[in-house]
């Protein structure tokens, strides 16, 4: 590649950086500035004078914050974790066994994906509403627990692990429960976490099924506890700001610890 040819791919790349960065700068400066320094202006002043926390306070003493916030996270460990070992014990067979139907299952499966989520919404509330699930975290759990994108990419990681490596294990005495757990499972630890991190994103900002399920306030989540605050600060973008830059610290955090597998595992899903 020419030095020219660099320059205008890294050239191109930042600018698709800073077109993602700066509204994430943006809301960031505009939770900070002081009342006496106007939001918009052109061009865009993006430093506050001075800084001020007095919005981030306001957020989260005003509405329950603290309260969805721990509801987001239990949620949050309620959900992932299983969901990812659904997903692995729903594509390891479609992956690694052989069984007839099994292109049917695991295209039924997929099939699912073009199915919109709200078009689930009254069957799934029908349900639980049979199962006195209503207005209960395990209403808002299970339904999210298989996800046919889950399956897609965890089949594809175990499909490319060499077929030696069973052999041996089969050599060795281990059964198929063993071979799942002890030698298949950690050999896609980039796909789960990648699968974990795009796990972690739906359910924090899962807003539509929590509101359809959940009655009490007090069990909200915070995607819900925002549009509260929206409610309650409809006109102060200052506030909407700070309580929105709270409710995404906890995702940047969860991505930059989990970050180093991500591409690995996107990588390694989608070949062959």
Known sequence: ???????????????????????????????????????HSFPPD???????????????TTISFPQYLWNSILLELLTVPAYLVVSALAAYPLARMRFRGRQVVFFLILSTMFLPGEVMLVPRFLVLSELGLVDTFAGVVLPGLLSAFGVFLLRQAFEQLPNELFEAARMDGCGPWQTFWRIALPQVR???????????????????????????????????????????FG???????????MATIPVVVFFVAMQRHFIEGMTGSVKG
């Open 235 to 245: 006109d102060d973008l200052r506030t909407m700001a700070a309580g929105t830059v």
């Open 1 to 39: 590649m020419t030095l020219l040819k660099k320059t205008f791919f890294y050239g191109l790349l930042s600018l698709i950086a800073v077109g993602f960065v700066l509204p994430f700068v943006m809301l960031v400066t505009s939770a900070l500035k002081p009342p006496t320094q106007p939001l």
């Open 190 to 232: 980039p796909t789960l976490a990648t699968l974990a991190i795009i796990g972690f994103i739906n359910v924090w900002n899962n807003f539509i099924w929590p509101l359809v399920v959940l009655s009490s306030e007090e069990k909200y989540p915070l995607a819900l506890g925002l549009a509260y605050l929206a409610g309650t």
């Open 46 to 60: 993006l430093i506050p004078r001075p800084p001020v926390l007095d919005f981030f306070v306001e957020a989260w």
